[in-house]
């Protein structure tokens, strides 16, 4: 069992070796492992060994393992009597182009002050070296506390992240009695947008269609055929229009099967988020939330499913105009589902609706895009009271339990093939320009975020 | 005053000298006037020299007369107590690529047999050389007999018209006294689908126009802002989908001011044709009428209004998916008018309509494409009326009047400019491959044709 007096003796630890821990991960981000592109297939694979040795060095018993892409760093502390906690982070990075944009080379990071707080500027310093590093660290400074690293504890770190982590679920499958655990930590996610710590427990699915709507078996000249031939285009923006009501409901039978509303519990932690929509909007360039009538701003992007077209694509778009009716039409649409939604049963619903409002004269033909249902965390799970606690007293502000719009794939993988719930806890901020040119990692987010894992694995004990 | 007793040794004139009236159009199709392509400028002349060379040889008071693009050839017969009558046509030609689906060089001429009769094969043969030289082969027949022209004949010819006719506009304003006539006479359309005479006496106007709507100030993930922010793309299809209702029929405000009812005269003439709907439709692989309910089929092509559809693009329409929700959705939409509908009102109202349905964190831009109203004769004025009843005689089936449900810009400017009617008079066919490869000219066709104004002709006299 950890000693959980011996906390403070580990905090200051951490702070007093900040410009160790610094050094080493500048040493980890200066290793171009970008894993989309070929040629730096034997750098992340310099990454992944770094890692290996790094965790090797601790203690840990720490294996690079291949895969059919890039391989898996994958680490074990000393068996002890707790339920065992998996920890997953990803040490490959996004390209660096377009590289004129960055202020300096991608892969020479440098610490730097800002208006706003010292950071670390770099390629991987947010997404995510600098994230997994702050679990790296709380080990090692827990370690030279208390002689032995936190017992029961399985490392997860993928190589692939970026590139679709097309590796991951067959290595999950393959290894899952090496990799079931209590419950997962993933360290890939954002502060709450005003710098308040969360714990993302809920995620969204997402089902992906596309619509092809073919009618005459060339392109018509308007002069000749408008007002007699079917129009894909017509045909098409009639289907789209149709499934969302004037109040902003989805209109497919059974679209609302298994959507879920808030427990009083979550209710009360968004409400205390303060969510302003027309503050958040206006970040882009707009105003006003136009989502379903009656719902909060927070509802409608984390726990309210949605329509949405992604793009469409027919007739003539170039320069000036031509009377055409095309011969064909497209639409990408998708749809994030929330609760327990049924991605196949949509999917179901969605193309007989389509189908009943393609006239004799067009055929359609839908292309899948994927489909995956909304993750919700077992938030009754003591682990996550503990970690929310954890984090509250480590950054002096409550911690709230958030939901997410998107998706995190791995979340839903580790669910479905491991069986287990995952606690979404990371630090870095909505200004982190990851993916982008002049990536950073604020100091304070990678000193804090090591010292909130001290305190969470303490609280897991 | 012509001798109408003569017609018959006039049209027997022109069968004999057929040889040599196809030897005259052989070379005038040798001639490259391709007027689009800068590089045959020379070449464009070339042939309006000829042209102007062939009607002095006949008598005409013929001149080539430049213009800020290619000439215009102009020629009068003498003057005489009748009331002027005008005849256009153009001599450019279309390009010819792809040159490697031509079975012979394009400039080469020949007369072919085909199982349909002997054809004129090459660029220009239907488009516009062979049908304005059946006018001009009649003249010769006539002159030969008569021992002088068709007094108060104006022959206006244009090289500009396959490349949008700039200078055509400025040409009649500036030379409206020497061209008005009391009626036009334009050679550059074609007998009706099964090879019956007509004479075309409405077209449909246009109006074009384009909707630009912008929302958030980039292109926004649909996992964080789906379900909150305003998706221009849904905003498109809404608004696009409310412009016509259940029946067809389009619902912006004062829009079928002005469209007219079919007289009876031409409705008895339209179902005499005994259009088959389903059987038009099947050429391009379609089968169903799909227009405004309770129409006929030739009513929805030519003397009813339509709204259209021509391009809509916005957001991701690559290979596979993006779950974006784009900051920019276009729509290119067209509306064929008929009968008195005013162009202008109808842009403000389609405009108005468009903006009372523009959300507030939505912008919306038009970008204008051009808008011509509806060209309605009167067929009132005898000559139609002996124009048809020279081309039954001829053609040995009834004539018709009939709609165009596409727009001819040059009888509008006649119109406009002149303030002439047009007959609009043709024997192209169907399956003449204008503006294509292996473009053709039925020697029947070219032959009656010239017959067939040698009779109008008379007729008007």
Redesign the interface.
């Known amino acids: 069992m950890a000693d959980n007096s011996k906390i403070d003796e580990v905090l200051s630890t951490l702070d007093e070796n900040l410009p160790q821990s610094l050094d080493r991960l500048m040493e980890f981000l200066r290793i171009p492992s970008i894993s989309t592109d070929p040629a730096y297939k034997d750098r992340v694979r310099q990454a992944a060994d770094w890692l290996c040795a790094e965790l090797a060095s601790l203690g840990f018993e720490a294996s690079v393992r291949d895969t059919p892409g890039h391989p898996m760093v994958v680490a074990h502390s000393q068996k002890g009597d707790r339920r065992p906690a998996l920890f997953y982070g990803h040490y490959d990075v996004q390209p660096v182009d377009p590289l004129e944009l960055w202020d300096r080379p991608p892969f020479e990071p440098e610490i730097q002050d800002t208006p706003n707080g010292k950071v670390i500027r770099g390629r991987g310093s947010s997404d995510d070296k600098g994230q997994l590093m702050t679990f790296v660290e709380a080990a090692r400074a827990w370690k030279e506390i208390h002689g032995s690293l936190p017992s029961d504890l399985v490392l997860l770190f993928e190589g692939e992240e970026e590139s679709g982590s097309p590796s991951l679920r067959p290595f999950l499958r393959e290894n899952a009695a090496e990799l079931r655990a209590g419950i997962a930590m993933i360290c890939d996610t954002s502060l709450y947008a005003d710098g308040r710590p969360a714990i993302t427990t809920q995620l969204?699915g997402?089902y992906?269609d596309?619509i092809i709507l073919r009618?005459?078996?060339?392109d018509?000249?308007?002069?000749?055929?408008?007002?007699?031939?079917?129009?894909p285009?017509?045909v098409?923006?009639?289907i789209?229009?149709?499934i969302?009501d004037a109040d902003g409901r989805i209109t497919l039978p059974g679209f609302y099967d298994g959507v879920e509303e808030l427990t009083e519990e979550l209710r009360a932690d968004w409400e205390a988020l303060g969510f302003d929509?027309g503050e958040?909007?206006s970040r882009?360039?707009?105003?006003?939330?136009?989502?379903?009538r009656g719902r909060t701003?927070l509802e409608?992007?984390w726990n309210?499913?949605?329509f949405?077209?992604?793009?469409?694509?027919?007739?003539?778009?170039g320069e000036?105009?031509?009377?055409?009716?095309?011969a064909e039409?497209?639409a990408?649409v998708?749809f994030?589902l929330t609760g327990a939604q049924n991605p196949g049963k949509i999917r179901d619903s969605f193309r007989a609706y389509v189908r009943a409002r393609v006239?004799?004269?067009c055929a359609v033909e839908f292309q899948d895009?994927?489909a995956s249902p909304a993750s919700r965390m077992d938030i009754s799970d003591p682990a996550f009271a503990a970690a929310k606690a954890a984090l509250t007293e480590e950054w002096g502000r409550e911690a709230a339990y958030i939901g997410?719009?998107?998706?995190i794939p791995i979340a839903g993988d580790f669910k479905e093939i491991l069986g287990m719930d995952t606690m979404l806890i990371g630090f870095a901020r909505d200004d982190d320009r990851i993916h982008s040119p002049n990536e950073k990692y604020d100091l304070e987010s990678f000193a804090k975020g090591a010292r909130s894992w001290v305190r969470i694995l303490a609280a897991l004990s």
């Open positions: 969204r997402l992906g596309e009618g005459a078996d060339r018509l000249h308007s002069g000749g055929f408008g007002g007699l031939a079917a129009n285009l017509q098409l923006v009639d789209l229009s149709g969302k929509a958040f909007l882009v360039g707009l105003k006003h939330p136009i989502g379903e701003g409608m992007v309210r499913p949605t949405e077209i992604n793009g469409i694509t027919g007739g003539y778009t000036g105009f031509k009377t055409v009716l095309p039409a497209r990408k998708s994030r006239p004799a004269d895009h994927g997410a719009g998107g998706s």
